[in-house]
C-alpha cells in the first residue's frame, strides 16, 4: 500500500503533463511511499512518453471519459491517502502535503482544493464556467444543505475508506459533482481547503463543454436528490399535483357547482381527482423510498467498518 497516492487523469495533456509530475514529485519528495500514477485515456499526443519521462507510473483507461478513469484509479491503487489533481497544470502541486496531512492526522475523508473562494474568477477566460459554478454550487446548497465551496473542482485528497467505498456511477465530467454529494448524503468528514488557481496555458484546451457537460450535471443534480433524499422530492410532487388539482377544480368545477347546484366539467373533476390521487401515491412512495435510504445508511455505515479492517491488514 502506498503512503500517498497522486492520481492523474489525463487526455491530450501533451503541453502541460510534465510539469505537472513533476512539480507533484518535488512537492512530496519528503513524503515516502508517494508514487504519481497518470491514467492516459485513448490521447492522441505524446502524453503518454512524457508522463514516463517525468518519473509517473503510467496505466491506461480505454473507455473514453473522466469517470471511466476514476473508476479504474479507484479500484487498481491502494494508498492511505489518495490526492487526485488534473493534468492541465492549474493546480498548485505545492498544496499536496498540506491536504494529504488533513488526510493523515485529522481523518478527513475527502479534502476539497476550492478555486472559488481564491482567484478563479479572474483567472478564468472560458465564458459562462464560472457562471456554470456558482449555478451547481447553489443548487446543490439548496437541495443537500452543505457548506462545500467549490463542488466541481478536480483538486482533491481522499481517505481510503472514501474510496474504497464510493461507488463510481458518472462516466463523464459530471463525476466531481457525484462524489461530493455521496461525501454530503453519508456525512463523511469533508474540508475546504483554498487554493490559488491559474488558468490553462496558451495552446491548452478544455476537454469540458460548457453546455452539454453542464447539462448532465444538472440533471445529475435533480437524480441524486431523488435517489438521495426521496421524501422530499416525492412531497414536493404530490404538492404540486395536488396544487394544480386545486387550481383547476376551484374555478372549474366548484364556484359553478355553487351558482347552479350541478357539475359542468366532469372531465376537469376527473382529471383533478387523478391529480390528488396521484399526489397521494407520490408521498406515500417517498415515505417508502426513504425508509430503504435509511437502511441503505446503516449498511454503509458497516462497510464503512469492513474497509478499515481492510486497510489495517493491507498495511
Given at each position: ?9 489525463c487526455?491530450?495533456e ?15 519528495k ?20 512524457l508522463?514516463?519521462?517525468a ?8 473507455s473514453?471519459?473522466?469517470?471511466n478513469?476514476?473508476?479504474r484509479m479507484?479500484r487498481e491503487?491502494?494508498?492511505e ?6 493534468g ?17 492526522e485529522q481523518n478527513?475523508d475527502?479534502v ?24 451547481v ?6 437541495f ?5 465551496r ?26 466531481e ?10 456525512n ?5 481547503h ?14 469540458l ?54 357539475v359542468l366539467?366532469?372531465p376537469?373533476?376527473i ?10 401515491i ?25 474497509v ?6 493491507a498495511?
Amino acid at each position: 500500500m502506498d503512503r500517498l497516492a497522486i492520481l492523474i487523469p489525463c487526455y491530450n495533456e501533451a503541453k502541460t503533463i510534465q510539469k505537472v509530475v513533476k512539480d507533484c514529485l518535488n512537492a512530496t519528495k519528503d513524503i515516502d511511499g508517494t508514487v504519481v500514477y497518470v491514467y492516459d485515456n485513448n490521447s492522441t499526443d505524446d502524453t503518454v512518453s512524457l508522463a514516463k519521462e517525468a518519473g509517473a507510473v503510467v496505466r491506461h483507461e480505454y473507455s473514453q471519459g473522466k469517470g471511466n478513469v476514476i473508476r479504474r484509479m479507484f479500484r487498481e491503487i491502494d494508498a492511505e491517502c489518495y490526492i487526485m489533481i488534473d493534468g492541465d497544470d492549474t493546480y498548485p502541486a505545492d498544496e499536496i502535503p498540506k491536504m494529504a496531512k488533513y488526510v493523515h492526522e485529522q481523518n478527513y475523508d475527502m479534502v476539497i482544493g476550492d478555486r472559488l473562494s481564491s482567484s478563479y474568477f479572474e483567472e478564468n477566460k472560458r465564458p459562462f464556467h464560472g457562471i456554470g459554478n456558482k449555478l451547481v454550487r447553489g443548487s446543490i446548497n439548496f437541495f443537500f444543505k452543505n457548506d462545500i465551496r467549490d463542488i466541481m473542482t478536480g483538486y482533491r485528497a481522499f481517505s481510503y475508506q472514501f474510496v474504497k467505498t464510493y461507488p463510481v456511477l458518472s462516466k463523464g465530467f459530471e463525476i466531481e459533482t457525484e462524489m461530493s454529494i455521496f461525501a454530503i448524503v453519508n456525512n463523511l468528514a469533508m474540508k475546504n481547503h483554498i487554493i490559488e488557481y491559474r488558468d490553462r496555458p496558451v495552446g491548452s484546451s478544455s476537454k469540458l463543454n460548457t453546455y452539454s457537460d453542464g447539462f448532465k450535471v444538472l440533471r445529475l443534480i435533480v437524480t441524486l436528490f431523488r435517489n438521495y433524499r426521496p421524501l422530499p422530492f416525492y412531497s414536493i410532487l404530490g404538492l404540486l399535483l395536488t396544487i394544480l388539482a386545486v387550481m383547476f377544480f376551484i374555478p372549474d368545477v366548484w364556484i359553478p357547482y355553487l351558482h347552479t347546484g350541478k357539475v359542468l366539467n366532469y372531465p376537469t373533476l376527473i382529471v383533478c381527482g387523478f391529480c390528488v390521487l396521484a399526489g397521494i401515491i407520490s408521498l406515500y412512495a417517498g415515505l417508502v423510498l426513504d425508509a430503504l435510504q435509511r437502511k441503505e445508511r446503516r449498511e454503509f455505515e458497516s462497510r464503512l467498518q469492513e474497509v478499515k479492517a481492510m486497510k489495517e491488514l493491507a498495511k
